[in-house]
């Protein structure tokens, strides 16, 4: 698991014309870091208005702050700014609504080198515009080797071994309409505390690698609604070879649907055998169905348990 680092200076270049946001002063320390490498809940609580005791990372000033400030004697005024821009947990300090920033605190935010932004956006769009931002961009995150499909409006990521036949799988679910998210390599995000969210490396975006074929550029040849930038993660379908010893092993009923780890969540998964003769293609689509059906409520192996054990109570008596 990874958390992305983030500077002063990235979120201006990123949300300079969303947020009409401009640099005041401080632009020596456009390398301030937003979140702490070592935070424990990365993306939580980065932004809020002017917190004294308790700072955010990224201080908002609007209407209120202002007039609170410039209510505060001159000696008290000069001491609360130094105390909000000497404070290790302020990055940054944003002033809203287009309003005037005060002397005082821009050349206090030269002197200690703490970025000074303003906009032209009220406060409570700023707050909630960088809050959903930054909620993505310092999401946890980790890698995967598979396929990552759309599959009847549901993210199926498609796991197994190297030469398995994951990306043939792809190709064939991509000709039966399904859409492709990535191949070989899948960024998955954990979002929100029960919400993954899988994308593709923008260096391997539009392309599936097929043993015999190459590199295919999906896009060209399936046209644009073949392809998806990120979708949630709700299915693991798990390809695996077809056991020796044959099926006596193999759970046919699979009462308890099995589960996949990924940053910290469990996501449901199905494991599929690979053998000659089945339609995998045909089956992820089954799986994708019975998941839907089972979040529904809907469970077959439950109700074909139950009607078998009604028809040996009912055979004795």
Not at 99 to 115: G, T
Not at 259 to 279: F, K, M, Q
Request: charged share 20%; hydrophobic share 45%; with cysteine.
């Amino acid at each position: 698991m990874s958390i992305p680092q983030l500077t002063a200076d990235d979120l201006f270049a990123y949300q300079q014309e969303a947020l009409k946001l401009e640099w005041v002063a401080g632009k020596e320390g456009k390398d301030r870091l937003l979140e702490n490498v070592n935070a424990v809940y990365p993306g939580i609580a980065l932004v809020g208005y002017l917190n004294i005791i308790h700072p955010n990372p990224i201080q908002i000033i609007g209407p209120h702050e202002i007039k609170y400030l410039e209510q505060l004697p001159k000696e008290q005024y000069i001491k609360t700014i130094e105390g909000i821009l000497q404070n290790p947990a302020t990055a940054m300090v944003l002033i809203s609504d287009g309003l005037r920033v005060p002397e005082a605190l821009v050349q206090l935010s030269e002197k200690h080198q703490v970025p000074l932004l303003g906009s032209h956006s009220t406060g409570p769009q700023v707050v909630d515009y960088l809050q959903h931002y930054l909620a993505q961009m310092l999401a946890p995150r980790v890698t995967l080797h598979g396929v990552y499909m759309e599959v009847l409006g549901i993210g199926v990521f498609v796991s197994g071994k190297s030469g398995i036949g994951k990306s043939e799988l792809a190709l064939e679910l991509l000709s039966r309409n399904h859409r492709l998210i990535a191949d070989d390599a899948v960024e998955f995000m954990r979002v929100a505390p029960d919400v993954l969210v899988g994308q593709c490396p923008e260096m391997l975006s539009n392309y599936l690698e097929v043993r015999g074929l190459g590199v295919l550029n999906v896009r060209s040849m399936f046209g644009e609604t073949a392809i998806r930038n990120r979708k949630k993660l709700h299915l693991v379908v798990n390809l695996k070879a077809f056991p020796e010893k044959g099926a006596s092993n193999i759970d046919r009923l699979q009462a308890e649907l099995a589960t996949h780890r990924i940053l910290e969540l469990d996501v449901p998964e199905v494991v599929l055998y690979v053998a000659s003769g089945r339609n995998l293609a045909v089956l992820v689509e089954v799986a994708t169905r019975s998941y839907i059906l089972r979040m529904s409520g809907n469970n077959p192996a439950d109700d074909f348990i139950k009607q078998q054990q009604e028809a040996i109570l009912n055979n004795n008596q």
